[in-house]
């Protein structure tokens, strides 16, 4: 070998016993384990997520030597803190749960959820109710308890006068409480607080339960009170002084351009632009209330308890309410017409405004939540039904916050020079840059809507290839966009898809690579091959019989009518030499091509369907 002679030893490690690595991976595994917060306690400095007072290690029915968080490990664990406050011995790892439960200890997390669940159903249905239970509650819940106890409760019924969303909201977010609900869904005074023991004076429990809600139910019942007594209308003074964003302006300049967008979208989608201005005059004030200050989840809520308390007719209540739907993944967008064009109008105006001052979202940074609520946006048109011209309302939106922006600069401007002028320096330098936006930005809105509903298709099975040959059309209409997507999914089924899928993107192909101006139209005259004739002859069958559907956006009808072009399409292809020495003859069959190219394109850029 040119380096001079080598050595090789190969070996097989023998295997060590389990019994000794296993301190070794558990040090690593508690190390690497993703606590925010360690706690830290006594003396040392070993940190985990909770201290740490004892420590079982079993390889079968061996105690493994160990030394792990300043703990020597043992076969020894301990029941529950009263109802068995001793030492349970553990012969193997097989007897933990059982050992364990006999010590009052669920230590499966299933089985104590599904003893809560059925407790706590138990006792509502005693109380005749339904116990209200969430996800995130029930789970809180669950991991709070060794021991689940139901304990039924009550308060006082004078509560009730309060919105039963803000007494849902303090029951569950702060006491952990799950509510009881009557037939109707609508809270009762019975209440359920899950213990961690089987109390021998359950009544004195409830007791200690019901004091701890009284106090948070006489704040909201307080804040409602006083609220009331101000009013919804004379809420939005208040807005005046609230900074919406630097750039533009305060809440109350958001809302009056929330208004103009809901007057605007209101009658093309059959809904009152009355109701519409005076919804979204008051959609916001409740952020002024001290309700919503105290319970920031209850803003829009809050705002319907106060519409309907004020006398607003009930679509107005409604809709400041479903303005913010959908409020998280998975809700559903806003019932009511006048909800819908609040929740577009709102949704409008954050997309403009963020766009327009520069805060498009980077990496996971979104603080205006745009991602949120552009994809709130494109589904409340979409589930809606509701055909309207997105980049029209984007440019309408994006008008109205390029005017806004204008009149603070211009504002802060004259502010600026006033000041300078009375200290004598430059305007520059107390009023700082005074360079406003790039006016192309709402050019990004809406390929970012259309970006979001890319999940939003997959979540629902639409394969990538059937989403990117309806976007390649860019739709003005998200509603029309969703038709392209079913009929797209329908042709794609059909057994000529995949061919003229194929040939399209040939055509596409061709017509891309062309030189010189290609005829408007092709000249019957010039067709020189049967295949080209019959082609010519199929194109324009298929082209009138497809305009009417295509006029009413039938589109499965029309694809359904192209898939009928497959046998010529292919004889076309097997038979006639597009690129003829004659440039009469090659000029008029790549004006057959991009007349057939056209329609089989009127859908979807069905080419990207070719594999």
């Given at each position: 070998h040119a380096r001079g002679e080598r050595f090789v030893h190969r070996s097989v490690p023998r295997g060590a016993r389990t019994a000794a690595l296993l301190p070794e991976i558990l040090a690593e595994t508690i190390a690497a384990m993703p606590i925010p917060k360690p706690m830290r306690w006594g003396s040392h400095a070993y940190g985990f997520a909770r201290p740490v007072h004892w420590l079982v290690l079993l390889h079968g029915k061996d105690v493994v030597n160990a030394e792990l968080l300043g703990l020597k490990a043992d076969r020894m664990s301990r029941g529950h803190r009263f109802m068995h406050d001793?030492?349970?011995?553990?012969?193997?790892?097989?007897?933990y749960v059982s050992s364990l439960e006999a010590a009052f200890v669920l230590v499966d997390a299933d089985v104590r959820r599904e003893r809560i669940v059925t407790a706590a159903h138990a006792e509502a249905a005693k109380a005749g109710g339904q116990a209200r239970i969430t996800d995130d509650?029930?789970?809180?819940?669950?991991?709070?308890?060794?021991?689940?106890?139901?304990?039924?409760?009550?308060?006082?019924?004078?509560?009730?006068?309060?919105?039963?969303?803000?007494?849902?909201?303090?029951?569950?977010?702060?006491?952990?409480?799950?509510p009881v609900l009557d037939a109707s869904g609508k809270l009762t005074e019975k209440f359920i607080g899950i213990a961690n023991i089987e109390s021998k004076d359950v009544a004195e429990v409830a007791k200690g339960y019901e004091r701890v809600i009284r106090p948070r139910f006489s704040d909201a019942k307080f804040f409602f009170d006083e609220d009331l007594k101000q009013g919804l209308e004379s809420m939005g003074e208040g807005l005046k002084t609230v900074t919406y964003q630097a750039k533009l302006g305060s809440v109350a300049d958001k809302v009056q351009r929330v208004v103009a967008l809901a007057e605007l979208i209101a009658p093309?989608?059959?809904?009152?632009?009355v109701l519409a201005k005076r919804a979204a005059l008051l959609a916001k004030n409740d952020l002024q209330s001290r309700m919503v200050n105290e319970f920031p989840e209850l803003q829009g809520i809050a705002g319907r308890h106060y519409a309907l308390a004020a006398g607003e007719p009930s679509e107005v209540a409604l809709a400041i309410d479903e303005a913010y739907q959908p409020r998280f993944a998975g809700d559903d967008i806003a019932l009511s017409p006048l909800g819908k064009v609040l929740a577009i109008a709102e949704r409008l105006d954050t997309l403009a405004g963020g766009f327009a001052a520069g805060l498009k979202p980077t990496g996971n940074k979104d603080p205006f939540a745009l991602r949120r609520?552009?994809?709130?946006?494109?589904?409340?048109?979409?589930?809606?039904?509701?055909?309207?011209?997105?980049?029209?309302?984007?440019?309408?939106?994006?008008?109205?916050?390029?005017?806004?922006?204008?009149?603070?600069?211009?504002?802060?401007?004259?502010?600026?020079?006033?000041?300078?002028?009375?200290?004598?320096?430059?305007?520059?330098?107390?009023?700082?840059?005074?360079?406003?936006?790039?006016?192309?930005?709402?050019?990004?809105?809406?390929?970012?809507?259309?970006?979001?509903?890319?999940?939003?298709?997959?979540d629902k099975g639409v394969p990538a290839t059937h989403f990117n040959a309806v976007a390649e059309l860019k739709p003005a209409s998200l509603y029309d966009f969703d038709r392209r997507i079913d009929a797209i999914g329908t042709f794609a089924a059909l057994p000529e898809a995949e061919a003229l899928a194929a040939a399209n993107k040939r055509i596409r192909n061709i017509l891309r690579k062309a030189e010189g101006d290609i005829p408007g139209m092709v000249d019957p005259s010039l067709l020189a091959e049967p295949a080209e004739s019959e082609l010519a002859e199929a194109v324009e069958a298929a082209i009138d019989d497809s305009n009417a559907s295509l006029h009413h956006k039938d589109y499965v009808s029309v694809l359904a009518r192209l898939a009928r072009l497959r046998p010529q399409?292919?004889?076309?292809?097997?038979?006639?030499?597009?690129?003829?020495?004659?440039?009469?003859?090659?000029?008029?069959?790549?004006?057959?091509?991009?007349?057939?190219?056209?329609?089989?394109?009127?859908?979807?850029?069905?080419?990207h369907l070719s594999s």
């Open positions: 001793k030492t349970v011995w553990l012969s193997t790892p097989e007897d509650n029930l789970e809180q819940v669950v991991n709070l308890v060794e021991w689940p106890a139901p304990v039924l409760c009550s308060f006082e019924r004078e509560f009730l006068a309060v919105p039963q969303e803000a007494l849902i909201e303090t029951m569950e977010i702060n006491q952990k409480f799950f093309q989608v059959g809904a009152d632009a609520n552009a994809l709130g946006l494109a589904r409340t048109i979409i589930e809606s039904g509701f055909d309207l011209d997105l980049n029209e309302l984007i440019l309408k939106a994006s008008e109205g916050v390029l005017f806004a922006i204008s009149h603070h600069t211009i504002a802060k401007q004259q502010k600026a020079s006033a000041v300078a002028e009375e200290a004598g320096i430059s305007a520059q330098k107390v009023f700082g840059d005074l360079r406003s936006i790039d006016e192309t930005n709402y050019q990004e809105i809406y390929p970012f809507i259309i970006d979001r509903l890319r999940g939003y298709y997959a399409v292919d004889a076309f292809f097997d038979g006639v030499m597009v690129n003829a020495e004659d440039p009469a003859l090659r000029g008029n069959r790549l004006a057959l091509l991009k007349r057939l190219g056209d329609r089989l394109g009127s859908v979807a850029a069905i080419e």
